[in-house]
C-alpha cells in the first residue's frame, strides 16, 4: 500500500508565513499549520495522480482555490487505502433473505438498524438516532456472524472483519498499539460494517485480567467513544459467545448502542436454513419429509446444520462411487446420518442463555 509521508511539520507562524509567502493569503498561526498539513496532502496526491513531483506554490495555490473538493478528494483516496489495507468486502443482499423471519433477532435489526439508516431522511424528521456500536452475544454456532455479513448486504456497505489474530500479530505488549492503529483507521471511513468477532479474547474483564488484557480493554474504552462521536456513516458491530467475561465498563450505556442476543432456531428458522443446503445436495424433493427433518434437528445451530449437509453430502458422494450408480439424498439419509451429530445447544445452555437475555441485553 502506498502511504503519504509527510514532513516534520513547522511552527504555526512558519506555516503562516509559508502560505503568505507562496499565495499573499493571510491567516492566523493555528489556522496556517492545520492548513499547512493538507496543502501537503494535497501536493502528494496530486503528485500520485500525474505521476510527477508537484510543486508547492502550485499545490498551494490550487488547494486554496479549490478547499472543498481537495479535501474531500484527499479523504476518499485515503478511504480506498484503508479499505484495500483491512480487506474490506462487498457481500451481497441475498445473504438477509437466507435468515428466516421469524429467527431472532432479524424483525429487531430490520427495524433497530437497518430501516433507521436506509431511511434517513425519516430518521431525522423523529430524532431516530441510528445505532453505530452494536454487541451481539449467544452461544457458538447460533448464527452472529453471518447476521452481521447480512447487514453489511443488505445496506450495501463494505464488510471489514477484524481478527484477533490480526491484533496480535507483533505480540501481546502491542495489541493496544494496533487496536488504537486499526480503529483509527476506521473512524475514516464511510458506508462501512466493521467487526470483530469472540470479542470476549480482545476486551477481557478487567478485576481478572494481567497488565496486557487491561491495557487492551482500557484502550477498547477510549475507542468506542471516539467512533461513535463521529458523524459518518459506520457499524462498528463485536460478537462473543461468552459475554460474562466482557468489561462491565463496556456493557454500560454510552459505550455500545445495543446488546442484542442471538440464540437458538424455531421450526420455521430451521426450515429455512435446511432448503437453503438441500438445494446444494442431489435430491428429489418429494422424497425428503421436510417436516420430520425439521422436528430431528432440534437444538440444532446453524452452524450445525451446515455440518449435517456436510456430512451428507460426502455421504452419497461416498455411495455414488462405490455403487457407480446415481444416488439421491432422502429422509432416510438424514435418519441414518443425524444420530452421530450432537447438537450443541443442550437445555443447560439455552437456560443460562436465558439468564444472560434478562442481565445483559439492551436494544
Not at 143 to 165: D, M
Not at 168 to 178: F, K, Q, T, W, Y
Not at 307 to 315: D, P, V
Request: proline share 5%.
Amino acid at each position: 500500500m502506498k502511504t503519504n509521508q509527510l514532513p516534520e511539520m513547522p511552527s504555526p507562524e512558519a506555516c503562516a508565513s509559508k502560505i503568505f509567502e507562496i499565495s499573499g493569503a493571510r491567516f492566523e498561526p493555528e489556522i496556517a499549520r492545520d492548513l499547512w498539513q493538507k496543502i501537503l496532502q494535497h501536493k502528494w496526491l496530486m503528485s500520485e495522480k500525474l505521476g510527477r513531483d508537484v510543486g508547492l506554490r502550485t499545490a498551494c495555490i490550487d488547494f486554496l482555490e479549490n478547499m472543498d473538493q481537495a479535501i474531500r478528494e484527499y479523504m476518499d483516496y485515503k478511504r480506498r487505502d484503508i479499505l484495500a489495507d483491512m480487506g474490506a468486502q462487498r457481500l451481497g443482499s441475498e445473504t438477509w433473505d437466507t435468515i428466516s423471519d421469524s429467527q431472532p433477532p432479524k424483525q429487531l435489526v430490520q427495524k433497530r438498524i437497518i430501516l433507521p439508516l436506509k431511511e434517513e431522511g425519516l430518521s431525522r424528521k423523529h430524532g431516530v438516532s441510528p445505532p453505530k456500536t452494536i454487541i451481539f452475544f449467544g452461544p457458538p454456532g447460533t448464527g452472529k456472524t453471518h447476521f452481521v455479513k447480512a447487514i453489511a448486504g443488505v445496506l450495501s456497505w463494505w464488510y471489514i472483519e477484524i481478527l484477533p489474530s490480526m491484533l496480535m500479530v507483533d505480540g501481546a505488549d502491542r495489541i493496544g498499539a494496533n487496536l488504537h492503529n486499526v480503529m483509527e483507521k476506521a473512524r475514516a471511513l464511510e458506508d462501512a460494517v466493521v467487526f470483530i468477532d469472540e470479542f470476549e479474547e480482545i476486551a477481557y474483564s478487567r478485576h481478572s485480567a494481567n497488565r496486557v488484557d487491561k491495557s487492551i480493554t482500557n484502550e477498547f474504552l477510549k475507542q468506542v467513544p471516539l467512533l461513535k462521536n463521529r458523524g459518518n456513516r459506520i457499524l462498528f458491530i463485536c460478537a462473543t459467545n461468552y459475554i460474562r467475561q466482557l468489561d462491565a465498563a463496556l456493557l454500560r450505556p454510552g459505550r455500545f448502542d445495543c446488546i442484542i442476543p442471538v440464540g437458538g432456531l424455531d421450526e420455521d428458522g430451521r426450515r429455512t436454513i435446511l432448503e437453503r443446503f438441500m438445494s446444494g445436495l442431489n435430491i428429489n424433493p418429494a422424497n425428503i419429509d421436510f417436516d420430520l427433518i425439521v422436528k430431528m434437528t432440534a437444538r440444532f445451530t446453524p452452524a450445525d446444520i451446515e455440518y449435517l449437509f456436510q456430512q451428507a453430502a460426502q455421504f452419497s458422494f461416498e455411495q455414488e462411487f462405490a455403487s457407480k450408480r446415481n444416488f439421491e439424498v432422502t429422509t432416510s439419509t438424514f435418519i441414518e446420518i443425524l444420530p452421530r451429530i450432537r447438537p450443541s445447544l443442550t437445555d443447560e445452555i439455552v437456560e443460562e442463555f436465558q439468564k444472560d437475555i434478562i442481565t445483559y441485553s439492551r436494544v
